[in-house]
């Protein structure tokens, strides 16, 4: 009888070994190619896989450091810009010559920074940045605010001008010294304009147009006097009335003197024959000294790179408030008079100013 080995005892033994060797060693040589190629394919694969992980993780790399530039390079560009903001304070003195409050609206810009910036811009809105108003006292443009410091403007007269105005915020706008344009909204988002369209005096409905004009006070508001004496000039003839418009004149201006007959009107009526647009926007050298700007239609709806000034044809109204009679029409030509080249009756900046 043959005899049996118990599986147990083979696998102890260490004869499960020796079988398996054996039966390797007869494999077909075709067969071990076979192992071979499988183990190649293997290395392959695990050289490929290690390939793979680190063209992942260099690729990792490489886009972290780029967001890193981009971030530092951000963060470059904020240096300056970030530490240039504007702002309006609202507040209240006492007039001992009233015996009252005075409001003293003052319009703020400030650069920390440890770098100028130029060509700055503001723009004065009312409420919400639906109704702009314009820069009112401030140069346009303020051509640079220094290193930490703070420049202020009183604009209390230019608010003067409109019915509820409370709530005055601003828009600055402002270039750093790489030439880069940035805007500072009403609401202090900053944001970079660099190349971005800027459209100037766009033609504007009734409505907005009333609203940027201001209520209709000649003591108070410098452009209901500019668009009263322009529409006197602009309108038929049979309508002119020359007692009205003479009372819109200053009679301190030399200019104005004289006797007016109807070649001295017609004259006068020919030069604004070119400039059939006054734009609702009036700007203040001083509480008392305004300008009112009128162009020709091929200023309108054009458009520049932001911080890009507009050159176009138009002529300037140059309007003084008296505190006797309010505003009035002191001169008109291609150039603004200065405050210092105004006349001004004795005794006005004695009196008691303009709430």
Do not use: C
């Not at 009679?325 to 291609?334: K, M, S």
């Amino acid at each position: 009888m043959g005899s049996t080995v118990s599986p147990w005892k083979w696998i102890i033994s260490g004869a499960w070994w020796n079988d398996l060797w054996s039966k390797l060693l007869s494999v077909d040589s075709d067969v071990w190619q076979i192992y071979g190629s499988v183990g190649t394919f293997l290395a392959i694969a695990t050289s490929v896989a290690f390939a793979v992980d680190s063209g992942l993780r260099s690729r990792r790399d490489r886009g972290e450091l780029i967001a890193l530039r981009a971030s530092e390079a951000a963060k470059e560009r904020l240096v300056v810009a970030g530490r240039v903001a504007a702002w309006i304070s609202d507040t209240y003195e006492p007039d001992s010559a009233r015996d009252s409050y005075r409001r003293a609206v003052t319009l703020h810009v400030a650069n920390e920074s440890d770098e100028p910036v130029f060509n700055a811009t503001t723009v004065v809105f009312l409420g919400d940045r639906n109704r702009m108003i314009g820069p009112l006292g401030t140069p346009s443009p303020i051509s640079v605010v220094p290193p930490h410091r703070e420049l202020t403007w009183d604009i209390s007269s230019g608010l003067a001008a409109f019915p509820h105005n409370m709530n005055p915020l601003v828009q600055l706008a402002f270039s750093d010294s790489k030439d880069r344009r940035w805007l500072r909204d009403a609401d202090g988002a900053l944001t970079e304009s660099t190349g971005k369209e800027v459209s100037h005096y766009p033609s504007q409905d009734v409505g907005r147009a009333e609203e940027q004009l201001g209520d209709l006070d000649f003591y108070r508001n410098p452009m209901s006097v500019a668009h009263a004496f322009a529409a006197q000039l602009w309108s038929d003839p049979a309508e002119f009335n020359l007692e009205f418009f003479i009372g819109l004149l200053d009679e301190e201006a030399n200019g104005w003197k004289g006797e007016w007959d109807d070649a001295r009107v017609e004259n006068l009526r020919g030069v604004l024959s070119r400039y059939h647009n006054l734009a609702t926007l009036a700007w203040y050298s001083t509480p008392k000294v305004a300008y009112a700007r009128m162009f020709s239609d091929s200023a309108l709806n054009q458009t520049t790179k932001a911080g890009n000034a507009l050159v176009v044809e138009g002529i300037m109204i140059t309007l003084v408030h008296h505190q006797r009679n309010g505003w009035r029409v002191f001169g008109l030509g291609a150039d603004p008079y200065r405050p210092d080249q105004i006349k001004f009756p004795d005794g006005e900046f004695s009196s008691v100013p303009v709430a």
